[in-house]
Nanobody, 114 residues
Framework: QEQVVESGGGSVQPGGSLRLSCVVS????????LAWYRQSTGKQRELVAS???????EYADFVKGRFTISRDNAKNTMFLQMNSLKPDDTAVYYC????????WGQGIQVTVSS
């Protein structure tokens, strides 16, 4: 019943931009804190950004000034605007709805290369 689906990934050159979307079904995201994570090959999953029910956003140091997390409760969707992308941003990006606990998407690939 509850499902999280990411979209908007792909391959871009360094300095490019992507906007990830996370559509949640089966629950109203207005009731939950939300977050984006990423996992690169050979590394553990790490928190990228989070946004609370009250729309307070926090960012990992490695994306501050480049990424923006937002939410549209009416559309039951969360977004991650990714600008000035670097090769180190290459990873599978995951959406999480509800923390602690919560539900996760399957992830979407972002590749930054020249």
């Amino acid at each position: 019943q509850e499902q999280v689906v990411e979209s908007g990934g792909g391959s871009v050159q360094p300095g490019g931009s992507l906007r990830l979307s996370c559509v949640v079904s089966g629950r109203k995201i207005s009731m939950y804190n939300l977050a984006w994570y990423r996992q690169s090959t050979g590394k553990q999953r790490e928190l990228v950004a989070s946004i609370t029910i009250g729309e307070i956003a926090e960012y990992a140091d490695f994306v501050k000034g480049r990424f923006t997390i937002s939410r549209d409760n009416a559309k039951n969707t969360m977004f991650l605007q990714m600008n000035s992308l670097k090769p180190d941003d290459t990873a599978v990006y995951y959406c999480r709805c509800g923390l602690p606990g919560g539900i996760w998407g399957q992830g979407i690939q972002v590749t930054v290369s020249s």
